[in-house]
Nanobody, 123 residues
Framework: QVQLRESGGDSVQVGGSLRLSCVHS????????MAWFRQAPGKMREEVAS????????KVALSVKGRFTISKDNAKDTLYLHLISLKPEDTAMYYC????????????????WGQGTQVTVSS
């Protein structure tokens, strides 16, 4: 069982920046993928970034490319999402998720989820 706890969400103005954190329980192996998702009211959940713990490969969605980056500090068992140049459309609940790699790739479906942290961007 993997436990995840997000923090760092806040209310900011357009153009602001935030760093979201996701602390996870220690992994027994490195074959995990972690990701950040977001969901705004009335909208579908969107994967914004993923991180392969075994290879440190990462990627972000086109919708946030150039503004969001993902990183991980293994010593602190923490995954980060760095958000800059925030826009009102970035307003959403942001969730951290984890799952084992499938055929050495991050899966489409994630097994473990945190409770979320709210990001609100106002103009």
């Amino acid at each position: 069982q993997v436990q995840l706890r997000e923090s760092g969400g806040d209310s900011v103005q357009v153009g602001g920046s935030l760093r979201l954190s996701c602390v996870h329980s220690p992994y027994t192996s490195s074959d995990y993928c972690m990701a950040w998702f977001r969901q705004a009211p009335g909208k579908m959940r969107e994967e914004v970034a993923s991180f392969d713990v075994s290879t440190f490969r990462w990627k972000v969605a086109l919708s946030v490319k150039g503004r969001f980056t993902i990183s991980k500090d293994n010593a602190k068992d923490t995954l980060y999402l760095h958000l800059i140049s925030l826009k009102p459309e970035d307003t959403a609940m942001y969730y951290c998720a984890a799952a084992r790699l499938v055929a050495s790739e991050c899966p489409n479906d994630y097994t473990y989820w945190g409770q979320g942290t709210q990001v609100t961007v106002s103009s």
